[in-house]
Every structure is written in structure tokens, then in C-alpha cells.
């Protein structure tokens, strides 16, 4: 339905404020911003935002899909308005090599309700077998679900992937300094103690010293060690947990998660860095694993689900004016896109017509059971959320009246266009 004229209606987050316009949109684009209507129409109600891209998600397909695959992970990324995704690259078979992304590539094709693009992983010494579609890079300094950390970032092997040109997202654990800290964990404050922000601010130093042209620090932690964030080309990523969760919540081993929830005066200062504009942007970091992995603390996997709800837990702040809407626009929704150069998130001729909107006072408490991950069990239960009513990717509505009306159309970020 691409090809097919229409207008889009409604009062849209624009320049700052929200503006009644009428979108002009063919070819999955927008032509124009126009005062009059021709051809077909579609009028939302409410505020309209471009829709939202998460640049940090791990659907686990292919090997693990009895925790998520493409198709349910994509769903809830639907449903939660976003219409891009990256997906990492710690599979249970690494994606570190061309064969072994263009099995994922294969396996995972024409399953999306979103479009998605794939990170690989440099491990140190494979930057000439690195798949050269690879959307991003991604680095583990520390161990984490499916990965063991690098020993040494060295800049000789920096140097081998600098070529690629391409934006390198950090797991910034230390690993020598998370060797030294490791503990029996039976709670979340042991969880916290046994990967310590220290060794986040250890990476970071180690990170910021690094000769590429874009780096992200993914899921920082603690807002204090921002401050170890230096030089040009160094973004900080944030997730909603670590802004809103913290260790002392009864959240049991939902909450286990690398790096850690941090003591609640470090989660506060966390959400106030975030509402001050010290984050570049908030991704989700969805991470799921089945409930039988869940079970015993001690041995429960690390990983928090949170793709659908990243952007309904912002609007839900946004609700409550504890948010303004242009930093959850520019967070959540222009720069993960500007940042990895997807041409979404922006109203402007010749960006994705990609949008979603939402009433404000929808506001109400999650009920994780509705959620459209295989394993739905989030530590957000309960907690405020508001989610969108009418997502569209590309000029096609996906989700109408809070329904999938739409099949597996999301595309290969790389294909778009050809």
C-alpha cells in the first residue's frame, strides 16, 4: 500500500509544540506539510509523535526463541510505537563473522512487523570477516548473556574497525574489575556490589580514550560517571529500568540485569541527569529469558523485557509533566535515528512516514499479561504507562485502535529504498 497517496491529519509534535498539520504521503514518505487535503485521509486524534527507533534490543533469534524471536519481539515493539529496531549481536552463535550474520539475516527476513537493521560483534581480531552490511558494531568490555568480556581494548584493534565507519555501542563494564568483584548474589543489592559502578566508570575511561568517530555507551548506570564520558563522538545511553528502578524494590530476579539497578539515591540522580539532558537517548536494552531461567536468583539469567514499554513508561511521564514532550521526542525518537543515520523520526520531505499516536489521558497501570513478548514478566508491572492507539510505519497503519491490523511488513533497514 506504499504507493498510494494520503493525507495524514492531526495535531503533530513539530518544531517544539504541537501543530495541526496536514502530511502529504506517498512512497512511504513524506512529500509535504500542506493546508489542504487531497487524496486519501487519515485523521488521528490526539497528540502525534514520529514513531520511535531502539537501537538496543536482543530478540535472540536466531538459537534462543523459546525466550523471543523476531516475529514476537517485533510485535511488541509495534505495539509499544516503535518501528525500528537494531538488534545485538550476542546470540548463543555470535555474530561476529559474514557467514554467521548472514544466516541471522536469512532466518530472521520477511519475520518483522517493524523494519530492523543487525549489529555484529568485535571481539578484537575479526574486523576483516565483520559482515560489511552490518548496521553497528558492538563491543562487550564486560561479560554478559552469551558473551565474555575483552581482557584489553587495545587501539591497534580499534584502529581495524575505525575503516568500517560505522557507530560502536559499548557494553562498558570493566571486565578485570568485574573479575575482582564477583560474589555469591542472592539479592539485587549482592547483584549491585558484584558488579560495582566503578567498573562502569573504569570502561568509560578506557572508552572515551578510543579513536572512533561515534561511540555510545550503552545502559549507563550511574549518572556520576558520566563525567567520564569526554571528547566528540561520545554518547551516553540510558535505559528506562535504571532511571525508575532500583535495588531495594522487591522486584526479585526481573530485576537482575547487566549492569546492575543501582541503590535508590543513584536511580534518582539517574532520572534527574535524564531530565536535565545529560543522556543522548533512552533505549530499552530488551533482554527476555523464560521464567524457568528466571527461577533462582543466584543462577536467574541477566535481562530485563522492555521494548513496548520504553516509550509508554516516557508518555507516562510525559502525562504527569515530570517530562517535557521535546526531550522524550528528541531522546527517544530523533537521535537513536539521527544518530545511526535512519532516515525516521523527523517531519520533514523525504523522511519515513513513520508516526504513532496517543491520548495522555489513557494513563493507567501496566498489566504485564497483555504485553506481546514470548515471556511477558516485567519489573514495570503495575507501574503508570500510556500507550499509543495508531501506530503507521510508512504511510501503512500497523496498529489500529491498539490492534495489529497489519502482517510481517518491516524491512531490512538496508533495503529500504532499493
Given at each position: ?143 554478559s548473556t552469551n558473551t565474555t568480556g575483552m581482557d584489553k581494548v587495545e587501539e591497534k584493534a580499534i584502529n581495524s574497525i575505525s575503516k568500517l565507519n560505522k557507530p560502536v555501542v559499548f557494553h562498558a563494564e570493566d571486565q578485570h574489575c568485574l573479575d575482582i568483584s ?40 550511574d549518572s556520576s560517571n558520566l563525567k567520564f564520558l569526554t571528547g566528540q563522538g561520545t554518547y551516553a545511553e540510558i535505559t528506562p529500568h535504571h532511571m525508575i528502578l532500583n535495588d531495594e524494590m522487591d522486584l526479585g530476579s526481573y530485576g537482575k540485569v547487566n549492569p ?159
Amino acid at each position: 500500500m506504499e504507493n498510494e497517496d494520503l493525507t495524514l491529519s492531526g495535531k503533530f509534535y513539530y518544531q517544539g509544540s504541537y501543530q495541526d498539520l496536514n502530511l502529504i504521503i506517498s512512497e512511504g514518505k513524506i512529500q509535504g506539510i500542506r493546508k489542504f487535503i487531497k487524496g486519501r485521509k487519515v485523521e488521528l486524534e490526539g497528540a502525534i509523535f514520529p514513531a520511535g527507533t531502539d537501537t538496543h534490543v536482543h530478540f535472540r533469534d536466531p538459537g534462543e526463541t523459546q525466550k523471543e524471536d523476531f516475529s514476537s519481539g517485533s510485535m511488541a515493539a509495534a505495539y509499544g510505537g516503535t518501528t525500528t529496531v537494531l538488534d545485538m549481536p550476542n546470540n548463543i552463535i555470535p555474530i561476529d563473522n559474514y557467514q554467521s550474520y548472514e544466516r541471522k539475516l536469512e532466518s530472521v527476513r520477511g519475520r518483522s512487523f517493524v523494519d530492523f537493521g543487525l549489529y555484529s560483534m568485535f571481539t578484537g581480531n575479526n574486523a576483516d570477516i565483520i559482515h560489511p552490511d552490518s548496521f553497528a558494531l558492538k563491543i562487550f568490555m564486560g561479560g554478559s548473556t552469551n558473551t565474555t568480556g575483552m581482557d584489553k581494548v587495545e587501539e591497534k584493534a580499534i584502529n581495524s574497525i575505525s575503516k568500517l565507519n560505522k557507530p560502536v555501542v559499548f557494553h562498558a563494564e570493566d571486565q578485570h574489575c568485574l573479575d575482582i568483584s564477583r560474589k555469591e548474589t542472592l539479592t539485587l543489592k549482592d547483584h549491585n556490589i558484584s558488579r560495582p559502578s566503578h567498573c562502569e566508570a573504569a570502561a568509560l575511561v578506557t572508552m572515551s580514550k578510543l579513536g572512533i568517530e561515534k561511540k555510545v555507551a550503552a545502559h549507563v548506570s550511574d549518572s556520576s560517571n558520566l563525567k567520564f564520558l569526554t571528547g566528540q563522538g561520545t554518547y551516553a545511553e540510558i535505559t528506562p529500568h535504571h532511571m525508575i528502578l532500583n535495588d531495594e524494590m522487591d522486584l526479585g530476579s526481573y530485576g537482575k540485569v547487566n549492569p546492575p539497578l543501582r541503590e535508590p539515591a543513584v536511580q534518582r540522580s539517574n532520572l534527574e541527569a535524564y531530565l536535565s539532558g545529560k543522556y543522548f537517548m533512552v533505549s530499552s536494552d530488551h533482554a527476555p529469558h523464560t521464567p524457568e531461567e528466571k527461577e533462582e536468583f543466584e543462577y536467574a539469567k541477566s535481562g530485563i523485557i522492555g521494548v513496548e514499554t520504553r516509550i509508554p513508561i516516557l508518555l507516562a511521564l510525559v502525562s504527569k509533566k515530570i517530562l517535557s514532550p521535546d526531550l522524550f521526542y528528541r531522546t527517544a525518537i530523533l537521535n537513536p535515528a539521527k544518530l545511526f543515520n535512519i532516515n525516521k523520526g523527523e517531519i520533514k520531505e523525504g523522511s519515513y512516514a513513520d508516526f504513532f499516536n496517543v491520548k495522555f489521558s489513557s494513563i493507567h497501570r501496566l498489566d504485564q499479561s497483555k504485553l506481546h513478548s514470548k515471556n511477558w514478566e516485567t519489573p514495570f508491572n503495575g507501574m503508570d504507562v500510556v500507550f499509543p492507539e495508531n501506530v503507521m510505519m510508512r504511510g501503512d497503519l500497523i496498529v489500529e485502535n491498539s490492534e495489529i491490523v497489519y502482517g510481517r511488513t518491516g524491512k531490512y533497514l538496508n533495503d529500504l529504498d532499493k
